[in-house]
């Protein structure tokens, strides 16, 4: 420790120095004002100072500032003649950390001292460690930030809801472990997904990400939604660690059978209201959340569900059912459905309102309703008859080898037709038809895959298994070639597909297309739903199908 003291009386001067350097301090004296602004000039740094008030050259109070300035961590204390309780106010007021009035007991002193300098120790290390703090936390805000605008960006296309899906959320942090995506498929379906990751904060958030390529990519190829969950699972499942899992509602609105399709893994239960018949339909759980089971041992298969233009769809997160509602207590799935039954075209502004008067939740809450008259009138709107052109538009494609594992040619295609002014009805039906029958040329032509692997119970985890193996095995005699042939004065477009594969007995397929009782074969059923010809030719490795717009 380094004590400076200013004291002009030898005696006391010699004596406090004796003392304290008795106890091993490092001690520096003065005897006037005149020396004490001197040792200030220096870089010398004290401890603790002892100052007499009374001084040959002024008062030792004239130099408590200075001394403040150039050793803010140093204990100042006051030795002084003078008892009076006003010059004491004053000297406190003035920055003194302690006093003590002449004759002065040094051990009592001394403890004064020790304790006024780890006072001021205690409080520089509470400086420094609160400058750490506000460093630490505007450091934390900017990453926040920053993750927060990437999440966003991430996310900004697929959380934009078309008008028919209204839409509540309320983080319980900045991160929301709660994400809704949506995005219309090339068919025209509508897919949306609801996804509660474990946990809160920028953890739960990081948990969804992997989501998102997987659910845009897939849905966008109007893929089935059993194929979306196997793949986000499997990529979960890999991906998370061990103790984390996202629970999962996923819906597909298909436009030409009004059928609403859904898988729930681990989420409340998918309302589904008709306000017209006053019934009320529930998709509950029936399934894990995603990243818990491995290949194996998920199930993808989805329920199928009627809907009218009179009805809605009210999905939510166990947020919005945890919570405690002021002059309400806790939602539940029932309460939820009756509201919309009583006022169902202010359900969901009622519901807005209860949940923005909360001060805090106990999970993220998300809600989202489908309102299924305003999607039929955008189904109508989209339906709107174009200018008759004349023209034609004839694509050849032969996609070969490797290639074949990397060419999205459905998607390709349709777009390029897109540009071209078809209407968005007919790219969405040529889109399906395509589709179909490019992957079964694949997949059953090239790669020569049995769609009966699929029946077994772990059927599906192998059948991709084989596909993968298959894909990685493709050589230059492999190939598919596709035909489009699109007259635009009739908006007919006939379609051939051929591929390097054996063929299959498409008579017995016939026979037995129209069974229910198969996880597969459904395809072969809606493209001969969609289209007004379908011949398969030769050995069952060319089809030619026609689709009148």
């Known amino acids: 420790m380094h004590i400076l003291i200013v004291e002009d009386d030898l005696l006391f001067n010699h004596f406090y120095s004796m003392f304290f350097q008795s106890k091993g301090v490092v001690v520096v004296s003065t005897y006037t004002l005149a020396e004490a602004r001197e040792i200030l000039t220096s870089a010398e740094l004290f401890d603790a100072i002892i100052l007499d008030n009374q001084l040959t050259d002024g008062e030792g109070l004239q130099l408590v500032p200075a001394l403040i300035e150039q050793y803010p961590d140093a204990a100042i204390l006051m030795v002084s003649a003078n008892d009076s309780a006003d010059f004491f106010l004053q000297a406190y007021a003035s920055g003194l950390d302690d ?283 989209d339906m709107k008859v174009h200018d008759k052109k004349d023209g034609r538009l004839c694509l050849d494609f032969k996609i070969m080898g490797s290639a074949l594992s990397q060419v999205d040619a459905p998607l390709k295609i349709v777009q390029t037709f897109s540009a071209y002014g078809m209407p968005k009805n007919l790219t969405n039906t040529l889109f399906s038809v395509l589709t179909e029958l490019y992957l079964n040329a694949l997949e059953h032509g090239v790669l020569k895959l049995d769609s009966a692997i699929k029946q077994a119970e772990d059927g599906f985890s192998n059948y991709y298994l084989l596909r993968d193996q298959g894909l990685l095995s493709l050589t230059s005699d492999d190939f598919i070639s596709l035909t489009i042939d699109w007259s635009m004065d009739n908006n007919s477009i006939h379609i051939d597909v051929m591929d390097s594969g054996e063929g299959f007995n498409y008579q017995v397929m016939n026979e037995q297309r129209s069974t229910d009782e198969f996880f597969y074969g459904r395809g072969i059923n809606m493209i001969y739903s969609l289209c007004t010809e379908v011949n398969f030719k030769g050995c069952g490795n060319e089809v030619t199908a026609v689709i009148i717009g």
């Open 99 to 381: 006093y003590a009035v002449k004759p002065v007991n040094v051990d009592l002193l001394w403890v004064k001292i020790c304790r006024a300098v780890e006072v001021r120790r205690l409080q520089r290390v509470s400086r420094q460690q609160q400058a750490e703090l506000a460093n630490w936390v505007a450091q934390e805000q900017q990453e926040q930030a920053l993750a927060v605008h990437v999440l966003a960006s991430l996310t900004q296309l697929l959380q934009q809801m078309p008008a028919y899906i209204q839409v509540k959320t309320k983080p319980r942090s900045s991160f929301s472990g709660d994400i809704l995506l949506q995005q219309q498929g090339q068919d025209g379906s509508q897919y949306l997904l609801l996804a509660d990751s474990m946990g809160h904060g920028l953890a739960a958030a990081i948990s969804l990400m992997p989501v998102l390529e997987v659910f845009q990519s897939m849905s966008q190829q109007s893929l089935p939604l059993s194929n979306i969950v196997f793949e986000l699972n499997k990529k979960l499942n890999r991906q998370l660690p061990a103790d984390r899992f996202v629970a999962a509602l996923f819906i597909r609105l298909d436009p030409r059978t009004s059928e609403l399709e859904v898988w729930n893994g681990g989420m409340p239960p998918l309302l589904i209201i008709d306000s017209v018949q006053k019934s009320i339909l529930k998709a509950e759980s029936k399934n894990m959340a995603l990243g818990i089971l491995d290949e194996q041992e998920i199930d993808v298969t989805v329920e199928k569900f009627k809907w009218t233009t009179g009805s809605y769809a009210v999905g939510f997160t166990d947020g919005l059912t945890d919570t405690e509602f002021v002059g309400h207590g806790q939602f539940s799935a029932d309460f939820l459905a009756e509201t919309w039954l009583k006022q169902p075209e202010d359900a969901f502004q009622c519901l807005e309102q209860c949940i923005d008067g909360l001060s805090q939740t106990v999970d993220d809450i998300s809600v989202f309703s489908i309102h299924f008259n305003q999607y039929f009138q955008s189904l109508l709107a």
